[in-house]
């Protein structure tokens, strides 16, 4: 069972360049959610969704898009990457709204 | 606006020492509270609370939840060096897994 899976684990970009975080899970789980971590700041809510063909903004969605086209996977876009964007970003699932969110490793993020 | 506030900063003690853990919050949707440990990679579920003073307990580790106060405390018995790591309290204040979380405390226990 893998749970949830995040590709890449690393990436570099150019500012402007364009790319997309790859989120998974196995777990059949409806809700899952992009976080972003700082320094000094904790994780902050980017998008979420609470099922296939649902997604919603978070605290801070500026700079970026989600779809959900199947319940196993949220990707997470990235249009034109700024250096504001350097960051761990880690996706996150659970079952329903009454049960604990599952984490994926992360994929650290450094745009320049 | 929703914010979650967690103290100390970070801590540092010697094995076997008592820790406690603080979390306060003050959302408009209260739905439940969690813990996290983060040890340099994804944050790992601990607690989950919804009811006032129902303490949850794991091993070593146990939290209650205050809900007219407004806070939680997570308390660590005995401590040991695995204990080392980020400590997180998030707020779920949603339809689903839309989560308000403090910056962590920093936890380290020294042989």
């Known amino acids: 069972n893998a749970g949830v899976t995040q590709t890449p684990k690393f990436q570099v970009l150019k500012t402007g360049q364009s790319m997309t975080l790859q989120c998974a899970q196995d777990?059949?789980?409806?809700?899952m959610s992009w976080y972003r971590q700082d320094p000094g700041m904790g994780l902050r809510l980017i998008h979420y969704?609470?099922?296939?063909?649902?997604?919603d903004q978070g605290e801070v969605p500026n700079g970026y898009n989600v779809s959900r086209s199947t319940t196993e996977d949220f990707p997470l876009r990235l249009l034109s990457a700024a250096p504001s964007q350097t960051s761990v970003y880690f996706c996150?699932?659970?079952?329903?709204?009454?049960?604990?969110?599952?984490f994926g490793q992360g994929t650290r993020l450094t745009v320049v | 606006e929703d914010k979650v506030v967690q103290s100390p900063l970070s801590l540092v003690v010697h094995e076997g020492d008592t820790v406690t853990l603080n979390c306060s919050y003050e959302?408009?949707?209260?739905?439940?509270l969690l813990w996290y440990k983060q040890e340099k990679k994804a944050p790992t579920f601990l607690f989950m609370l919804?009811?006032?003073?129902i303490e949850k307990k794991s091993g070593r580790l146990s939290s209650i939840l205050d809900k007219k106060e407004l806070f939680s405390i997570l308390n660590i018995t005995a401590t040991q060096t695995g204990d080392s790591a980020v400590y997180l309290c998030?707020?779920?204040?949603?339809?689903?897994?839309?989560?308000?979380f403090g910056t962590g405390t920093s936890l380290t226990v020294i042989p």
């Open positions: 996150a699932s659970s079952y329903d709204r009454n049960t604990e969110a599952f």
């Open positions: 777990m059949n789980h409806e809700y």
């Open positions: 969704s609470v099922g296939a063909g649902i997604t």
């Open positions: 959302v408009t949707n209260f739905r439940s």
């Open positions: 919804t009811s006032s003073g």
């Open positions: 998030a707020v779920d204040v949603g339809t689903g897994n839309q989560f308000y």
